[in-house]
Nanobody, 126 residues
Framework: QVQLVESGGGLVQAGGSLRVSCAAS????????MAWFRQAPGKEREFAAA????????MYADSVKGRFTISRDNAKNTVSLQMNSLKPEDTAVYYC???????????????????WGQGTQVTVSS
C-alpha cells in the first residue's frame, strides 16, 4: 500500500503562483508514476499533470500546459506541482495519485492510479 499526503494548497490571486506537494510512504516510491488530478465543485475529477516512474516523461492537460510543472524527488519520496499564472478556473481540490509503473498515454488515465491522497484545496480569486 502507498500512503499519500498532500500539502501546500491555499488562496491566491489570479496571476499568482502556488506549489503543492505530496509525500509518499509505503511501497518503493520509484516504482510508481505520480500524477495530480483536480476536482472543481460540481465537476468530475480531471487529469492535470503526471510524471513517469522513471521521471523521464511528463504529461500535462492542455488547460495547464505551459503554466504548471510537475517534478519528483525519489530520494525524498515527494512529488510537487508548481502552478504559475493561476486562473480562477484552476480553483479545485488537487489530488495526488500513484500508479504502479504507469507509462505512455495511460499517465493521464484516472483508472490507472490505485492510490490517492486526501486532496488539498486551491482557490484562485479573480
Amino acid at each position: 500500500q502507498v500512503q499519500l499526503v498532500e500539502s501546500g494548497g491555499g488562496l491566491v490571486q489570479a496571476g499568482g503562483s502556488l506549489r503543492v506537494s505530496c509525500a509518499a510512504s509505503g511501497r518503493p516510491f520509484s516504482n510508481y508514476a505520480m500524477a495530480w488530478f483536480r476536482q472543481a465543485p460540481g465537476k468530475e475529477r480531471e487529469f492535470a499533470a503526471a510524471i513517469s516512474w522513471s521521471g523521464g516523461r511528463t504529461m500535462y492537460a492542455d488547460s495547464v500546459k505551459g503554466r504548471f510543472t510537475i517534478s519528483r524527488d525519489n530520494a525524498k519520496n515527494t512529488v510537487s506541482l508548481q502552478m504559475n499564472s493561476l486562473k480562477p478556473e484552476d480553483t479545485a481540490v488537487y489530488y495526488c495519485a500513484a500508479g504502479f509503473r504507469v507509462e505512455g498515454p495511460a499517465l493521464a488515465w484516472r483508472s490507472r492510479y490505485a492510490h490517492w491522497g486526501q486532496g488539498t484545496q486551491v482557490t484562485v480569486s479573480s
